[in-house]
Every structure is written in structure tokens, then in C-alpha cells.
DNA sequence: ATAATAACTAAGCAGTTGCTTAGATTTAAC
DNA sequence: GTTAAATCTAAGCAACTGCTTAGTTATTAT
């Protein structure tokens, strides 16, 4: 009947994660997309409908890479210390050989507008509230927090992880370490 | 001789502030700014130079505007306090009625790229050393912690302010109170 | 009043944005 | 081999970006 496509989507897919990644959303340009996935314009709205079908199959993508940390940090049984390793997962996810690139999302959430792009900001929101689920789970383990305590504790935990995005841009891994230390001292 | 201008530049200047606060550096349009400030582009770039000086102009004034806040932090003698205070503070100067606007600075560290904006980067980061200065300086007037700990506390605390300019646009105020109560419970 | 000068308005510049369209090319079923 | 459908290329769309320029208007010193 047809032709068959050239490319594999989830290749091309992986190559847009990696400039959005890089680059934040609004300063990805479609012809930006273009190089970096190899293909032309029109097969990018032909597979993907239009730029912001890029960004959340990009976001897909990031989240089934970032599964192996998520998936330790769920089946950890011991508590805080689950947490802090997710931590450190993270900035070893997050590091592009001597750089840190942070968080994709957190990168991105700060970046976009949330009244110009309602469902991008929405993927980006179910992605932290899943984190910080997983946060609040392990933090019952030790169980010797109140509901209230657990709930506070998580969103300075959320804060910290927050910062840590921004903050690997800025400090070097011993100092990013350090922060983490210090982060988990008197919890 | 000449006609007067028929503006206050530091009037103008607040209004761009606002705006580049609200909105970050890049996705605050000349045409945006010519709006907002209540003049035309030519005046724009006639007193400003280009977008860029606005924006730097815009710094300055954040910059002045801060300074109650920094100021109190340099003259307390208070330690650790003095630097929750300084969270504190500033969180209510961030407010803009019921919602938070992070930090001017922060925001836009974490929207620009460096390589296209090295003269607005420099300037940020200036900023940025100049908090965490007043930081180890107040670090050290409770006088029990060495160089290192210092400077790995100074970091830490950083992170959390870091922190805070993004979680201030996710939580609600008890919520980021909450936070800053937990960041200084073992300092 | 006149002349000089600065500030104003508004149109327009080239370059970029996300997205579309026309037309050529490849593939596969019959 | 013909036909049909999906893919490709490349040109082009209107809207936007930061910035400039030509020409008008207002203010001041003479």
C-alpha cells in the first residue's frame, strides 16, 4: 500500500528529550527539532502533531528513563535513607558528563508560562505530586512521624529537590553532595 | 533648547520590572514592555539603550528595592536567626497579593542561557554571591562551626532559597512557612 | 517669531517563530 | 505494471521577535 517511515519514533524522540533537556521549551525552535532528530518539519507534526506533542512524548520518554530511580526509591523499605538515595540517583540521572543538566521538568516548570501552555504544566504538576507521593510513603516507613509532620516534611523535601535543579547548575558535585548531607541531617 | 521627556525613567523601570518579574526575560516582548511602561519603542531604546538594558536597569532597581531586606540581614547580629528572618522576609517581599513571583533573580538564572546572555548572567550571579556572603557572615557570628561547615551550610542554605522561588509558585504560604521552619530546625 | 534641538509617533526592517501546503518519491497490494 | 496511499522535500505562510528610521511635534534660547 505505502511507504514506510525512515525513522524510529522513539529514537527520534530521545533526541528531542536530550535538547529540550538542555535548552528548556520556549527556546527549543521546531528547526532545532529538525536537526537534532534528523527529520524534516513536516514528519515531526506528522508523528507528533505539533511542538508541544514533541515535549510530552519528550516527557513520556523522560519519565520511563527516570523509572529505574523512582522504581528503587518505591521499593525501598527503609525509610529516609530510600529518600536520600533517591537523591543521589538523581544527580547521577541529572549529570551529562562534567555538567548537571537538573530536572527536565523542574527545568521546565519554571521556565513556561502556565496560563500559555495549561497542558504541558499539567503533565509537569502529575509528575511532582508523584514524587512527592513516593516521599510521603517512605517517610511512614520509620513511623514515628504524625500525618502533619509527614506532610510538612515532604514538602521541604520537595523544596530541597526543587533547589538541587537549579543549584546543579550553579555548584560543583562535592558541594551538591554536601547540600544533600546536610539536607537529610535531622530527619 | 529641546522638548522634556514626558516620562520618569524610574517610574518606567518599575513597571518593566514587574513585568520581566512576572514573566521571566525572554518572553517579555519590546512590544509587551512599550505597553506596559505607557511609552513607544523608540523611547524605549533611547533611554535604555536595548532590551537588555532595561532589563539590567530593571536588576538595579530590584536590586535598591531588596536592599531593605539585605540591609537588615547585614546589620543583624543575631546568626542563624537573622537569616530566617531574611527567608521570611523576603517571602513576603516576593508576595504580589495572594500569589508568589519567586525571586527576580532566580527566575531568570534559571530561564536564560549563558552563552546568548553572559552580560545578564554576570550580573546575576553577582547577586547571587552577594546573598550567600551575608550568609557566611552571619554563619560565623554564632561562632561554633568551623570554615568548612560554614561554607557547606552557606550552600545548603542557598539551595533552599533556590528552592523557595520555585516552590513559592507550587505551595501555598503555610506551606512555604512550613518549609523554611524545617530548612533552620538543626542549624 | 525664529531657529535649534530633543522627544515624539508610526511605519517598516530583516530574521525567527510554529505550522502548512504543493508536489515529488517511495512502497506495497492488486 | 498499474494504482493507491503514505512518506518525503522544500518552499512558503502569517505572526512575532528586537531594533531602526523617516518624519512630525513640542519646547526652549535667542
Redesign the interface.
Known sequence: MARKKQYNETEVIEKAMRLFWR??Y??TSVRMLEKEMGINQFSIYASFKNKEGVFLESIKLYNTQIKAITDTLEKSNNGVVGIKDYFLDFLDFSREGAIFKGCLV??T???I?EDANPVIMAAL?RF?LNIRALFVRNLKQDDQRGVEEIE??A??L??????????SK??NEE?LK??I???F??L
Chains 1, 2 share one sequence.
Do not use: P
Not at 520537595?158 to 543549584?167: D, H, V
Open positions: 535548552n528548556g520556549e527556546s523542574t527545568n516548570v519554571n521556565e508560562n504538576k511532582s510538612a516534611q514538602d521541604y520537595m523544596n530541597a529537590l526543587l533547589g538541587l535543579s537549579i543549584s550553579v555548584f558541594q554536601s547540600i548531607k546536610i539536607t541531617l535531622h
